[in-house]
């Protein structure tokens, strides 16, 4: 209704065709090429839940030291979808995966309650409903750094009082917030990966492993943050590990 308020106005009465009209605008726009363009103002009048602002919408990404431009795309099923990240080649090797994880603001809600659903159904069983709790969790503004899931784990945590391990996040390439080969290949991205290593024999058999996240926060020095048991390694992927029962259940 207000858009046609708002040409309603700017049209005088005697506009009654397409002739008259490109007559009238030709003349019109000699004096003020601007006088029918909608402001920034006129766009974002409407203030509801999908109003658009430079906070949920920013036009560029501060990345340590980089400002990396952002470009948006409404064309659902176009490669481009989305928000794009403008990134120059001699930049690739100053920057990492992680925030963009975050994506802008405006959709990290949506991420967050993608992230919560494809919990394990035992343990997304505490948060639901999904979407309200998540809410709940963005009341406290994040800090855009780190990795997504890290945060988004200790706020539930502080909420519910209950912790997520870090292997629970999604596994299978179920995760969409790190399928980053789909569009482009038509794979899914593993979501993590695991590693077992098993010494000695008989009554001193012993296993180390780990679950990795896909992230560029799993680096050499943080794998102890990754340490598992071999039993959440079997329950995870439903893999029999070749390894004394009594070992299974021993985390370094």
Known sequence: EWLYAFYDHKLPPEI??????????????RE???????????????KGEEYVNEWDFPDHKKVGKLTIALQYRFEP???EDGV???????????ITQTPFDWLVPWNVGRKCVALVKALPKNIRKHFVPVPETVKK????????KGALEEWLGNRLRKLTDEAIPLNAWSFEGNNPADDY???????????AFWK??????????QAITWIVPNSQNAIRKSLDKYLVSVND?????????????????TKP
């Open 84 to 94: 794009t990240a403008i990134i120059l080649v001699h930049q690739l090797n100053q």
């Open 32 to 46: 003020n090429k601007q006088f029918l363009f909608l402001t920034k103002e006129d766009l974002t009048r409407e």
């Open 181 to 191: 080969f789909v569009q482009s290949h038509g794979v899914k991205t593993p979501d």
């Open 233 to 249: 390694i079997e329950r995870v992927t439903g893999e029999k590990i070749p390894v004394a029962q009594y070992a299974k259940d």
């Open 137 to 144: 969790c963005l009341e406290i503004e994040p800090d855009f």
């Open 196 to 205: 077992v290593i098993i010494r000695g024999t008989g009554q001193s058999e």
């Open 77 to 79: 099923g176009h490669d």
């Open 16 to 29: 009654v065709s397409g002739v008259t009209l490109d007559t009238w605008r030709k003349k019109i726009e």
